[in-house]
């Protein structure tokens, strides 16, 4: 009796292993994205569109994709920095609870923040790759929410070449400095000099201003 449901039985397992592979998501598919957030000087009240662009990424991550926030203040190179991180759950109503989750906890932050003294943003770039290398996603995006002008207190050493193979590196919001009213190759060097940092190690550099063109964050227009 038992062999002769032994067949059927068989072919029964063969179909649900059929069926849990044609769903299985395409790891290579998802995508980790990083914001580094510049809280130093005055450039905190610019926050507000930070949460404009936190939103977006937000709506377009899918489940399986991972996102985390940080600050860039003085030493930006520690886990203390990141505000929240989460890889969203695959069931797609689970990842929408992490979300609201997630944008929460980041408004908490914003309403808590005080302004650092120095802005490193290179050891928030090493901290966001590291970040995104041990989850390893098809697709690496770090954002940096900043004017790009880099302040190292005395004695921290940010002389380091940074290892971007892979990773796309968009800089949003590079708003214009008083004194780059007064001589503008300030502002022009500056994005200049870090294209090429980014370009030299190996990554893709981009520039979005206009925060209605967002959607070129996950290459659509």
Not at 28 to 49: A, F, I, N
């Given at each position: 009796?038992r062999?002769?449901?032994?067949p059927?039985l068989?072919?029964?397992?063969?179909?649900?292993l059929?069926?849990t592979?044609?769903?299985?998501?395409?790891v290579?598919?998802?995508?980790?994205?990083y914001?580094?957030?510049?809280?130093s000087?005055?450039?905190?009240k610019?926050?507000?569109q930070?949460?404009?662009?936190?939103?977006?990424?937000?709506?377009?991550?899918k489940?399986g994709?991972?996102?985390?926030?940080?600050?860039?203040?003085?030493?930006?190179?520690s886990?203390?920095?990141i505000?929240?991180?989460?890889t969203?759950d695959?069931?797609?109503?689970?990842?929408n609870?992490?979300?609201?989750?997630?944008r929460?906890?980041?408004?908490?932050?914003?309403?808590?923040?005080?302004p650092?003294r120095?802005?490193d943003i290179?050891?928030g770039?090493?901290?966001?790759?590291?970040?995104?290398?041990e989850?390893?996603?098809g697709?690496k995006?770090?954002i940096?929410f900043?004017?790009?002008k880099?302040?190292i207190?005395?004695?921290?050493?940010?002389?380091?070449?940074?290892?971007?193979?892979?990773?796309?590196?968009?800089?949003?919001n590079?708003?214009?400095?008083?004194?780059?009213?007064?001589?503008?190759?300030?502002?022009?060097?500056?994005?200049?000099?870090?294209?090429r940092?980014?370009e030299?190690?190996?990554?893709?550099w981009?520039?979005?201003?206009?925060?209605?063109r967002?959607?070129s964050?996950?290459?659509?227009?």
């Amino acid at each position: 009796m038992r062999r002769k449901h032994l067949p059927g039985l068989l072919l029964l397992l063969s179909g649900a292993l059929l069926a849990t592979s044609c769903t299985e998501r395409d790891v290579s598919l998802d995508h980790g994205v990083y914001m580094l957030l510049d809280t130093s000087g005055t450039y905190t009240k610019e926050l507000d569109q930070a949460q404009r662009i936190i939103n977006y990424v937000l709506a377009e991550l899918k489940p399986g994709d991972s996102f985390a926030v940080a600050s860039i203040d003085t030493a930006s190179f520690s886990e203390k920095d990141i505000w929240f991180k989460k890889t969203f759950d695959d069931r797609p109503s689970r990842a929408n609870a992490q979300k609201r989750e997630f944008r929460d906890v980041i408004l908490k932050h914003m309403k808590q923040v005080r302004p650092s003294r120095f802005t490193d943003i290179t050891g928030g770039l090493l901290q966001a790759v590291e970040y995104l290398n041990e989850r390893n996603p098809g697709k690496k995006t770090i954002i940096i929410f900043s004017d790009l002008k880099e302040e190292i207190p005395e004695g921290y050493v940010r002389d380091i070449p940074l290892q971007l193979n892979g990773f796309n590196v968009i800089a949003v919001n590079v708003t214009k400095l008083r004194s780059d009213n007064v001589d503008p190759r300030e502002y022009l060097d500056r994005l200049a000099d870090w294209q090429r940092k980014v370009e030299e190690g190996g990554g893709s550099w981009q520039v979005i201003n206009d925060l209605d063109r967002l959607e070129s964050i996950f290459g659509t227009s």
